[in-house]
């Protein structure tokens, strides 16, 4: 069986277990602290790594939904080599927006939140876009691409039910997109019991959204 040693809070152990999770795919879940054997493990010392069945480490997260997708059925898969680049790169285009929703979500005053969310709301502006009526990104179907952006529609989401404030009011087509998403019947196995508790303190508290 994969293991997974990550964590709670990081959104790239979340697009790992949502791929596993999407691909029926067991797992087991190790949570990392400054104790355990994670920085010892990986090789750039980040979060997340799959431990494989046959003992090999793998690690970035980018790398190990790639090879998921590959060495497991399920999900779309597309057919011409234009359109495996294309799901590729905006699977990687949502990954590379992690860090600018969580300088966002973390930012301590109106000024610094401002600055974060610029950056941001352009990758929501691409999005808006690219998205049409359909209720995945590439049509019907689930894909690399959704399961890529779910750790983003499903914080965006919490961030909402905590505080009221929403990322996506000026992007209907997103808002559209994370509803579908988070009715995935398994969404919430992606993450801890207590990710909520763990998200809200570490994300809505003494932050600038802790009092909008």
């Known amino acids: ?17 949502a791929m596993l999770k999407a691909k029926h795919i067991p797992f087991e879940v190790e949570y990392a602290d400054f104790n355990n054997c994670l920085f010892d493990i990986s090789p750039n010392g980040k979060a997340p790594i799959v431990i494989t069945e046959n003992n090999t480490v793998l690690f970035d997260a980018d790398a190990i939904v790639s090879y998921l997708d590959k060495q497991y059925s399920g999900l779309l898969q597309p057919r011409s080599a234009e359109d495996i680049a294309l799901l590729e790169a905006w699977a990687n285009y949502g990954s590379k927006q992690y860090v600018p929703q969580c300088s966002t979500m973390r930012s301590v005053d109106e000024a610094e939140f401002k600055q974060h969310w610029a950056v941001f709301e352009k990758a929501l502006i691409n999005m808006e876009k ?17 399961i890529a952006w779910l750790p983003i529609l499903h914080r965006a989401w919490l961030v909402e039910k905590t505080t009221g404030h929403d990322m996506f009011r000026d992007f209907p087509n997103v808002k559209r997109w994370q509803g579908n998403i988070m009715q995935l019947e398994w969404l919430m196995e992606t993450v801890s019991e207590d990710f909520e508790e763990v998200f809200n303190r570490f994300y809505l508290s003494n932050t600038f959204l802790s009092n909008v």
């Open 130 to 146: 690219q998205l049409g009526s359909s209720v995945f990104f590439f049509g019907d179907e689930l894909s690399r691409v959704d």
């Open 1 to 17: 069986m994969l293991k997974v040693i990550s964590f709670k809070i990081c959104p790239f152990f979340q697009y790992v277990t």
